[in-house]
């Protein structure tokens, strides 16, 4: 079966000389015209998500990378510099995304990841001794045992950064060493480079997870799991000895 088009966050990223950056993300949806089926799929996303300029290059830009392509696998010629060519090799450019999108049998992307928007079902873990909670949602991937972690202001309610605080998987005997990065960690972000309120974790519902900060004991709260709709749900009880 082919794959499906994705896109994995909202915050893009795009490749520097020593880390990754921020794409910027200045160019208007409404007033732009879909040349290709990415391009239409893109638009069809959510319109909080924060889409690079990248995904709607330039007929110049596009000749920009095509060039550097050619010049790659040694195919850069007299005729290749003409007007004419660079028109119809970004026409197959486009064609290109097109059969893609064709092949998977869809023209809309799947979005996971996202921040929940206003009346979204979340559950919140409150931190002791603190101003923030832990909010849970389900991630768009429809995968019962999977849900986004982020920080919020009690108050506001409010998504934050976590700073200097970490998340760990724990269990029953306490935290483990073992430190969970943020998508946009294993993006390339530092954590000074993730806008406000955009930091979340990818985690397992049914296991047991660690807050730490400083001056402070380790917090542990379990991630609680979803009972699948129609499903029978166990309720507890008491055993009785054999007779």
Not at 169 to 186: D, I, M, Q
Request: aromatic share 8%.
């Amino acid at each position: 079966m082919p794959k499906e088009p994705h896109l994995h966050n909202s915050l893009p990223v795009i490749p520097s000389m020593s880390h990754l950056i921020p794409a910027p993300c200045t160019r208007p949806r409404s007033s732009y015209t879909p040349r290709n089926m990415f391009e239409v799929a893109a638009l069809r996303t959510p319109s909080s998500l924060k889409l690079p300029d990248n995904f709607f290059p330039t007929d110049a830009e596009i000749d920009i990378e095509l060039d550097a392509i050619d010049a790659m696998l040694g195919k850069q010629t007299e005729r290749s510099r003409s007007k004419a060519y660079k028109a119809l090799r970004r026409e197959r450019y486009h064609q290109r995304w097109n059969d893609l999108f064709q092949k998977a049998g869809r023209d809309t992307m799947v979005v996971w990841g996202l921040k929940p928007h206003t009346g979204d079902k979340v559950e919140i873990i409150p931190v002791p001794n603190s101003t923030l909670s832990i909010r849970l949602w389900d991630n768009g991937l429809d995968v019962p045992g999977e849900c986004c972690l982020d920080f919020i202001s009690s108050r506001t309610k409010r998504a934050v950064n976590s700073e200097s605080w970490q998340l760990l998987a724990a269990n029953k005997f306490g935290a483990l060493p073992f430190p969970l990065r943020s998508r946009e960690e294993v993006a390339g972000y530092t954590k000074n480079m993730i806008p406000l309120g955009e930091e979340r974790f990818d985690i397992k519902r049914g296991c047991c997870y660690a807050i730490r900060r400083p001056g402070f004991p380790d917090f542990l709260f379990d991630a609680p799991v979803k009972p699948t709709p129609g499903a029978a749900q166990p309720i507890e009880s008491r055993a009785v000895g054999n007779a």
